[in-house]
T-cell receptor, first 119, second 117 residues
Framework: ETGVTQSPTHLIKTRGQQVTLRCSSQSGHNTVSWYQQALGQGPQFIFQYYREEENGRGNFPPRFSGLQFPNYSSELNVNALELDDSALYLC??????????????????FGAGSRLTVL | AQTVTQSQPEMSVQEAETVTLSCTYDTSESDYYLFWYKQPPSRQMILVIRQEAYKQQNATENRFSVNFQKAAKSFSLKISDSQLGDAAMYFCAYRSLGIQGAQKLVFGQGTRLTINP
């Protein structure tokens, strides 16, 4: 069984640009969530997608948006980049709502993240 | 809103010794999940152990065990026989039991654990 893979691993952008980060979920998982981890901090929940629909969002502005595809992979898009967007972006997959009773349903499997630097 | 607090930014322990990492949380919910995740320099968040709040028995996973005190809203992690590979950032996390809606994790600030040979 493959784990969660993210791309790119590192990237550098300038203020005002747009960025797209990608995530392939673990086999058998139908839910993807994204987290932002600033340096020295714990991850902060951005949003979650379940069966291609956003079903939860944290305290992030609309310029943070996402997609989930039929194969359950996902993208995180950030428009109008700001310096404070510099962070590690973590993707996590899980067996989502509707199958909450299944073994492992409440366990998130994380990828290694994409390190974004905004100059 | 739920909050998670880890009051120890850094901890160190001698190899083969035992160390305990602290975590407290605040919630008005009666049922929820608690987790400890490990984040090594490779950056990938790895699940160490989890606890369902409705279970009174403390979870254990080999050398890792928790002391779950529901009334005190405390959830500490004990690592026995510490090994060099245990060196990492450790995050305590909370998740509501909600059947519907996002499986949102609320993380603490983390504790950096150093293992001294």
């Amino acid at each position: 069984e493959t784990g969660v893979t993210q791309s790119p691993t590192h990237l550098i952008k300038t203020r005002g640009q747009q960025v797209t980060l990608r995530c392939s979920s673990q086999s058998g998982h139908n839910t993807v969530s994204w987290y932002q981890q600033a340096l020295g901090q714990g991850p902060q929940f951005i949003f979650q997608y379940y069966r291609e629909e956003e079903n939860g969002r944290g305290n992030f502005p609309p310029r943070f948006s996402g997609l989930q595809f039929p194969n359950y992979s996902s993208e995180l898009n950030v428009n109008a980049l700001e310096l404070d967007d510099s962070a590690l972006y973590l993707c996590a997959s899980s067996l989502g709502t509707g199958e909450w009773w299944a073994p492992g349903a409440n366990v998130l499997t994380f990828g290694a993240g994409s390190r974004l630097t905004v100059l | 809103a739920q909050t998670v607090t880890q009051s120890q930014p850094e901890m160190s322990v001698q190899e083969a010794e035992t160390v305990t990492l602290s975590c407290t949380y605040d919630t008005s919910e009666s049922d929820y999940y608690l987790f400890w995740y490990k984040q090594p320099p490779s950056r990938q968040m790895i699940l160490v152990i989890r606890q369902e709040a409705y279970k009174q028995q403390n979870a254990t996973e080999n050398r890792f065990s928790v002391n779950f005190q529901k009334a005190a809203k405390s959830f500490s992690l004990k690592i026995s026989d510490s090994q060099l590979g245990d060196a990492a950032m450790y995050f305590c996390a909370y998740r509501s039991l909600g059947i519907q809606g996002a499986q949102k994790l609320v993380f603490g600030q983390g504790t950096r654990l150093t293992i001294n040979p």
